[in-house]
């Protein structure tokens, strides 16, 4: 029925002047903002051989297994936190649920200098992971730790338990009725989840920056490779780069989409 | 039983080791020696030119990715026109990229050399405004959009058949429905805004007291070796995101129950 409404009313609001001028306003303001940029870093890339340096290689093969790792990590930890916020009570539990958006809105320098306070040379934990790469992935966790909470726990949330219920009735233990009857219905949630922290891992800079110590070969990730490329004067390398890294989160952001479509394949 | 109460422990002791941890600790560092030598580090010449820099930088991206915002969310969920999808994809874009990558893109293109270069775009305030639009611009446009889709458009309708203008409609019709995520999707926008560190990097040149924000000047303190000053802005950085954590958390349940 709304469907129909919709159909219907288009029409009559094309008549008017006002959403053709919201349009042209709109695609001029993306056009001019986010297009024309990535347009002149496209036309600019060049020095394709500085892709396939050492160093360039080094520093995205660290970025894609540590993106990857992280991304692992969350697939457990955001399901086990998500788990807890919808299905546990316990004192304090509003003030956890408000903590896992911290990440979002804590700026991702911020977020690098109070790991380095705490997991750094000065550590009061006697724990120094600074500038090895244990420290890249520690800080790509910090970043990333909201996404799979946040795309599992409203999955979680709608699952009847009744379910469960049946499935424990018939002698399902707990490990079972997980694995059989909840997972699969969280698995796309869980999925879509890790390829977005995955997406944000890829292309992270502020929380690595100083925490890693960017060291050639050892600890340099992908945006910091960029970042030194720019720095020494060589643009066009550095755009080289760059594209490879777009193409990445290009294809992570595909990947998403088709892990939707399969997701609500049922729905349809 | 005990299953639950192993659950509950891994996961509030994983949140405390990445997250409450760290933070709190500089919390305790900044306020370790009282509250005056981190309030004469932030009340620093140069501090408070990093707090305007980058209230500017918000100032500017924040309204005109509001009222962008909205407009793409209208043009998205109620008008078809041709390239939509792609208009949609283009949107989202920035929430994908690296901030380093977009800082060297409007280098690039803003940069000597470039199309639109030669204007003291980069390494100026201009530069670093426009990184600042252009890493926050999703946000209010991904809010409102799924409110347009659930409202439909039988008010606006019947609203249109009593004769209200499109102008009338929006106002009275469309705007008290989509304000409170509107609201959200600003929140979450200044959040980004005053935070971005990568892009505003890139673009800044890092001239201290002159281009450098609050964000750029917790790194240049740090790298001189001045702890306290580090940790006293990042203290503000934190507060300021402490705040928008409040605000989402008030924002969002009225959005849910509408």
């Given amino acids: 029925m709304a469907a129909r409404a919709d159909a219907l009313a288009l029409p009559r609001a094309r008549r008017s002047a006002a959403p053709g001028l919201g349009i042209g306003l709109s695609t001029l303001y993306l056009s001019v903002i986010v297009l024309l940029p990535l347009a002149a870093l496209a036309w600019r890339a060049h020095g394709w051989d500085a892709i396939g340096s050492d160093q360039a290689v080094a520093a995205l093969k660290l970025t894609l297994f540590a993106s990857f790792a992280v991304a692992l990590i969350n697939a457990v930890a955001g399901t086990a936190i998500a788990w807890t916020l919808v299905r546990d009570r316990f004192f304090g539990q509003s003030f956890v649920n408000a903590l896992v958006d911290l990440p979002f809105a804590l700026p991702t320098i911020v977020a690098g200098l109070t790991l380095l306070a705490l997991y750094g040379p000065k550590s009061p934990a006697a724990v120094d992971v600074a500038f090895t790469r244990w420290a890249v992935v520690l800080a790509l966790l910090f970043v990333t730790l909201p996404f799979v909470v946040r795309t599992v726990q409203p999955v979680l949330l709608e699952l009847d338990t009744e379910m469960e219920d049946a499935a424990a009735s018939l002698g399902a233990s707990r490990v079972a009725t997980f694995r059989r009857v909840i997972l699969p219905n969280i698995l796309p949630a869980i999925l879509s989840g890790v390829a977005l922290a995955f997406a944000r891992a890829v292309g992270e800079f502020g929380a690595v920056v100083l925490i890693s110590g960017n060291l050639p070969f050892k600890t340099e990730v992908a945006s910091v490779y960029v970042f030194g490329r720019i720095e020494s004067g060589d643009p066009g390398g550095a755009a080289a780069a760059s594209v490879v890294i777009l193409g990445i989160s290009f294809g992570v952001l595909l990947a998403i989409g088709g892990v939707r479509r399969w997701a609500t394949r049922h729905d349809r | ?258």
Avoid at chain 2, 175 to 183: Q, V
């Fill in chain 2, 1 to 258: 039983m005990t299953g639950r109460y192993a659950v509950r422990f891994a996961s509030l002791a994983y949140l405390a080791v990445l997250l409450a941890a760290p933070v709190g600790y500089v919390f305790w560092r900044t306020f370790e020696h009282g509250f005056s030598p981190a309030w004469h580090a932030v009340t620093a010449p140069d501090a408070l030119h990093a707090l305007k820099v980058t209230l500017i930088l918000a100032c500017i991206a924040v309204p005109l990715n509001t009222i962008f915002g909205v407009l793409a969310a209208l043009a998205i969920v109620r008008h078809r026109f041709p390239g939509a999808g792609v208009f949609n994809a283009v949107v989202d874009l920035p929430l994908a990229l690296s901030p380093v990558v977009v800082g060297l893109a409007l280098l690039i293109l803003y940069g000597r050399g470039g199309w639109l270069g030669g204007h003291g775009v980069v390494f100026a305030v201009p530069g670093m405004v426009l990184a600042t639009i252009f890493v926050s611009l999703p946000f209010v446009v991904r809010e409102v959009v799924p409110v347009l889709r659930e409202i439909g458009t039988e008010q606006e309708q019947a609203a249109a058949t009593l004769g209200a203008s499109a102008v009338q409609t929006f106002w009275r019709v469309t705007w008290p429905a989509i304000r409170w995520a509107t609201a959200y999707g600003v929140v979450l926008t200044t959040a980004r805004a005053l935070g971005e560190f990568g892009a505003v990097s890139v673009v800044s040149g890092h001239l201290a007291g002159q281009t450098e924000s609050l964000t750029l000047y917790v790194q240049d303190r740090y790298q001189s070796f001045d702890e306290v000053g580090a940790y006293a802005s990042a203290v503000v950085l934190a507060l300021i995101a402490v705040a928008t954590l409040v605000l989402m958390t008030t924002l969002k349940p009225k959005e849910e129950t509408r």
